[in-house]
C-alpha cells in the first residue's frame, strides 16, 4: 500500500493570527446599517469610542458618527507620532485637535448651543507585559477578567451619579405606558439631556470628550497587573449596562460571559429583550435601542508577541 501524505500546512496569516486573539463585534441599532460606536487597535494600544449626537442638531457638525471619527483620526496622529506618551496627555493633545476641528465644521449658531454639540465617551487599553494602562472617560467601561472568573472593572462613575434623578419624569412617562413616541416623553428626554450637556466638562459634573480641550487631570486612569490568561474588555453603555438595565444578568456577572462565554449570543439577548420591552415600561430606559460594541483582548502574551512583529 502506497504510503499517505499529510498535506502540508502553512501558519497562519497575521490577519488570522490576531484573529485568534482579538474579537471585535459591533450590534447596531435595528433598521441602521452601520454601528456608530468605533473601536480598534494598533500594536498594543486599543480603544473604542461611543458618540453622542447633540440634542435636537441642526446640522452635520453635532452628528455622533462623525464626531466620534474625528476623535478617532484625533489620537491616531498622535499615537503615531507620540506612541509612548502616557495615555491621558494623549487624549488630552487629541482633544486640542477635536475642539479646532469642530470649530472649523461647525456653524456660528452652533458654536453658540452647547447642547448641540456632539460628544463621545473613550476607553483605552495599553497592554505591555505583566501590566495595563488604561483609561475611561464617560460611561463606557472597562474590565478585566481573569481564568477563574474574577473581575475587575474600570469605571467613570461620574456621569451616572451627576445624572441621578435627572431622568425620574422621562422614566415615568414609560412607566405609565405611554411609551417612545409620546409628547409627554419626548418633552422631559429633551429636557433632561439638555441640562447634561449643558453642565458636562464640569469640576461639579462629569467630563466626556467634546468640542473643547479637556485637562489630562480629568481622566480616569489605572495601572492594573496582567497574566496571559487574563482577558481585556472593552464596552461601550450599550453593551456594558444592556444586560442589568433589562433584567437579565448583574454587571459582574455579564462581563464574565462577555469574557468567557458567548459574546455574540450576549449581544443578541440585549436586543432580543429590548424589542421584548418595546414599549420602556418594564424597564424603561431613555431610548429603546443602542447601538453595542465590545472588544475583547485574549491570550495577552501571544497578542504582545504579534504586536513586537508588527501584526496587530
Known amino acids: 500500500m502506497a504510503a499517505m501524505h499529510r498535506p502540508a500546512t502553512s501558519p497562519p496569516s497575521p490577519e488570522a493570527a490576531l484573529a485568534l486573539h482579538v474579537q471585535i463585534l459591533r450590534l447596531p441599532k435595528p433598521g441602521r446599517a452601520r ?13 473604542l469610542l461611543d458618540g ?23 489620537f491616531l496622529t498622535q499615537l503615531a507620532a507620540h506612541p509612548n506618551v502616557p495615555l491621558d496627555v494623549m487624549v488630552a493633545q ?13 456653524s456660528t449658531a452652533v458654536r453658540e448651543r452647547v447642547e448641540w454639540w456632539p460628544s463621545s465617551t473613550m476607553v483605552l487599553a495599553r497592554i505591555n507585559p505583566g501590566q495595563l494602562e488604561a483609561l475611561v472617560l464617560g460611561d463606557s467601561d472597562l ?32 412607566r405609565a405606558g405611554l411609551g417612545y413616541e409620546s409628547t409627554v416623553f ?14 458636562r466638562n464640569r469640576n461639579d459634573s462629569y467630563f466626556v470628550l467634546a468640542p473643547q480641550a479637556i485637562d489630562p487631570a480629568h481622566c480616569v486612569r489605572a495601572s492594573l497587573p496582567l497574566t496571559p ?8 453603555d450599550g453593551a456594558a ?49 443602542d447601538d453595542a460594541t465590545i472588544v475583547c483582548l485574549r491570550q495577552l502574551d501571544r497578542l504582545l508577541n504579534l504586536a513586537d512583529s508588527g501584526t496587530a
Open 229 to 236: 490568561d487574563d482577558t481585556i474588555v472593552l464596552l461601550s
Open 94 to 106: 487629541a482633544s486640542q485637535i477635536v475642539e479646532q476641528t469642530f470649530l472649523q465644521r461647525a
Open 186 to 199: 419626548q418633552t422631559a428626554l429633551v429636557k433632561a439631556v439638555s441640562f447634561e450637556r449643558r453642565h
Open 241 to 289: 449596562r444592556g444586560h442589568s438595565l433589562l433584567g437579565l444578568s448583574a454587571p459582574d456577572a455579564a462581563l464574565r460571559e462577555f469574557a468567557q462565554g458567548d459574546p455574540v449570543k450576549m449581544l443578541q439577548a440585549i436586543r432580543t429583550a429590548e424589542f421584548a420591552d418595546f414599549t420602556g415600561q418594564g424597564f424603561p430606559r431613555g431610548t429603546r435601542h
Open 35 to 47: 454601528c456608530e460606536d468605533i473601536a480598534g487597535g494598533i500594536d498594543r494600544t486599543w480603544w
Open 143 to 174: 474590565a478585566v477578567v481573569s481564568a477563574d472568573g474574577n473581575v475587575r472593572t474600570i469605571r467613570d462613575q461620574r456621569h451616572n451619579d451627576f445624572c441621578a434623578g435627572f431622568y425620574d419624569e422621562v422614566y415615568s412617562s414609560l
Open 52 to 74: 453622542a449626537t447633540g440634542v435636537n442638531a441642526p446640522d452635520e457638525a453635532c452628528d455622533s458618527g462623525w464626531f466620534a471619527e474625528a476623535v478617532q483620526a484625533a
